[in-house]
């Protein structure tokens, strides 16, 4: 499927959470094997290719097939998105904060894919979906 690379967007997202970065790294790890944090989000995982499928809004899903990259122990990974409405990486960075730790997630040089509605109602759709995946991490490693 072509891509239309014209036309990129690049966005940030982040929030605290009272937890250790290498606990919050875990979670982010392993989130293909156990979604159960991030409530509606349905996985598949081979360890190194990962499918979502993630609440966006009313009916909205978002969905992607992604390779994992870039895994950086206690510190973040990357999400190359190899299938989908957009096309670009997923970057989680954990930046230790007091006593708990920043996830920051940026979205990099997104593109839509040929064909698809347009990028900024797709990127609006995928910050709504990490935003609530985000706060879902958060609930869930403050409420242990």
Same mark, same amino acid.
């Given at each position: 499927?072509?891509?239309?690379?014209?036309?990129?967007?690049?966005?940030?997202?982040?929030?605290?959470?009272?937890?250790?970065?290498?606990?919050?790294?875990?979670?982010?790890?392993?989130?293909?094997?156990?979604?159960?944090?991030?409530?509606?989000?349905?996985?598949?995982?081979?360890?190194?290719?990962?499918?979502?499928?993630?609440?966006?809004?009313?009916?909205?899903?978002?969905?992607?097939?992604?390779?994992?990259?870039?895994?950086?122990?206690?510190?973040?990974?990357?999400? *190359?998105?190899?299938?989908?409405?957009?096309?670009?990486?997923?970057?989680?960075?954990?930046?230790?904060?007091?006593?708990?730790?920043? *996830?920051?997630?940026?979205?990099?040089?997104?593109?839509?894919?040929?064909?698809?509605?347009?990028?900024?109602?797709?990127?609006?759709?995928?910050?709504?979906?990490?935003?609530?995946?985000?706060?879902?991490?958060?609930?869930?490693?403050?409420?242990?």
């Amino acid at each position: 499927m072509p891509i239309l690379a014209e036309v990129t967007v690049n966005t940030s997202d982040e929030i605290f959470v009272d937890a250790e970065p290498a606990e919050v790294y875990r979670a982010l790890l392993t989130f293909g094997k156990d979604p159960s944090w991030w409530p509606g989000a349905r996985t598949t995982s081979d360890g190194k290719h990962l499918g979502v499928v993630a609440p966006a809004g009313g009916l909205s899903r978002l969905r992607f097939a992604a390779t994992v990259d870039h895994v950086r122990p206690d510190e973040g990974l990357t999400w *190359v998105f190899d299938e989908g409405e957009l096309h670009g990486r997923g970057e989680w960075w954990l930046e230790p904060f007091k006593d708990g730790t920043i *996830v920051h997630y940026y979205l990099i040089e997104a593109a839509k894919a040929s064909g698809a509605r347009g990028l900024d109602a797709l990127v609006d759709k995928h910050r709504v979906a990490i935003r609530r995946g985000m706060n879902a991490l958060k609930d869930f490693m403050e409420g242990r």
